[in-house]
């Protein structure tokens, strides 16, 4: 079955720590990949995504991933935390269907 | 880049009545748009796909008769809730998709329904 997990319901980093969020799928083709944010309140913004090509993907505010399709991982990096950073994470998939499927989230707090 | 606007961002009604949440693509025509539900602390979940001039298709679970849909221009779609009750009370986010079914999808600020 096809499916997209995240590790850890809620991350805390230091302000200036590095942030990992992991993302893992489950799928027998590899997967268009991404990672959103959300505030609270707020719709979900496109933090970066994966389709072809080069595996290391360089987003908005800071953030990578890489895909490494050995490992079926999707890892969303950033090497300073801010205090803006603070939001929820879904990392999302397209499998084979053309639908969009989220992961459970992760809850980023950013400690000053 | 790419916008999509979701009008209202809150609402609050009255139980039995019916609610209009609109969801329009601002600089790109979308074919598709999807309408997601998200309740506290959990991820989205998918309801419906919206295609532009036919009916929508619903996920399992999703009543049709209970969240309309409508896709009658490659802009704009609109999401009913009608005859609400306490337990819609939700948020409630479009998206939609520009061209390749594999594009990227880009979201509205969600709409906050509160059903008293």
């Known amino acids: 079955a096809q499916s997209v997990t995240q590790l850890g319901s809620h991350v805390s980093v230091s302000e200036g720590a590095l942030v990992l969020l992991r993302c893992n799928y489950s799928?027998?083709?590899?997967?268009?990949l991404f990672w959103y944010v959300q505030y609270p309140n707020q719709g979900l913004q496109l933090l970066l995504k994966?389709?072809?090509?080069?595996?290391l993907v360089k987003g908005i505010n800071g953030f990578e991933a890489e895909f490494k399709k050995s490992e079926t991982s999707f890892h969303l990096t950033k090497p300073s935390a801010h205090m803006s950073d603070a939001a929820e994470y879904f990392c999302?998939?397209?499998?084979?269907?053309?639908?969009?499927?989220f992961g459970a989230g992760t809850t980023v707090t950013v400690r000053a | 880049g790419a916008v999509v606007s979701q009008h209202p961002s809150r609402v609050i009604c009255k139980s039995g009545t019916s609610v209009k949440i609109e969801c329009r693509s601002l600089?790109?025509?979308?074919?598709?748009m999807f309408w997601y539900r998200q309740f506290p602390k959990q991820s989205l979940m998918l309801m419906a796909t919206?295609?532009?001039?036919?009916?929508?298709?619903?996920e399992q679970g999703v009543e049709k008769d209970k969240f309309l849909i409508n896709h009658a221009s490659l802009t704009l779609s609109t999401l009913t809730v009608t005859s609400a009750h306490p337990e819609d009370s939700s948020f409630y986010i479009c998206?939609?998709?520009?061209?390749?079914?594999?594009?990227?999808?880009?979201f509205g600020n969600g709409t906050r329904l509160t059903v008293t």
């Open positions: 998206s939609a998709r520009e061209t390749g079914d594999r594009s990227p999808l880009h």
């Open positions: 799928s027998s083709v590899p997967p268009y």
């Open positions: 994966y389709t072809t090509g080069a595996t």
């Open positions: 999302a998939v397209i499998f084979n269907d053309y639908k969009l499927s």
């Open positions: 600089d790109f025509q979308a074919t598709t």
């Open positions: 919206s295609n532009e001039g036919s009916k929508a298709t619903y």
